[in-house]
């Protein structure tokens, strides 16, 4: 059984930094592309940055330059670097891991990062 866990959300100032963590355990063959997402109040769930199954990265135009998605194989773990974070980073992030042929999606739970004064 596959299983995301994500960590590391919290109530953080404008300027602040914070980094995400998400942890996945349980066995899952074939090319996949793994991730980071998140969901507004009122809003569309929507993509932050991922690694592509070749290992290249994609991000939200509006995170360029502040927020970093590394990983570490060993650990199965996915990590996502926030910095300068804004109000409108205020969102409930999601740890994703996709299978490429199939399309289908592991989530996990989510965790919640408020941004404000």
């Known amino acids: 059984q596959v299983q995301l866990v994500e960590s590391g959300g919290g109530l953080v100032q404008p300027g602040g930094s914070l980094r995400l963590s998400c942890a996945v355990s349980?066995?899952?063959?074939?090319?996949?592309?793994m991730g980071w997402y998140r969901q507004a109040p009122g809003k569309q769930r929507e993509l932050v940055a991922t690694?592509?199954?070749?290992?290249?990265?994609n991000y939200a135009d509006s995170v360029k330059g502040r927020f970093t998605i590394s990983r570490d194989n060993a650990k199965n773990t996915v990590y996502l670097q926030m910095n300068s974070l804004k109000p409108e980073d205020t969102a409930v992030y999601y740890c994703q891991v996709r299978r490429v042929i199939s399309g289908y999606a592991y989530w996990g739970q989510g965790t919640q990062v408020t941004v404000s004064s």
């Open positions: 690694f592509t199954s070749g290992g290249s990265t």
């Open positions: 349980g066995s899952i063959f074939g090319p996949t592309t």
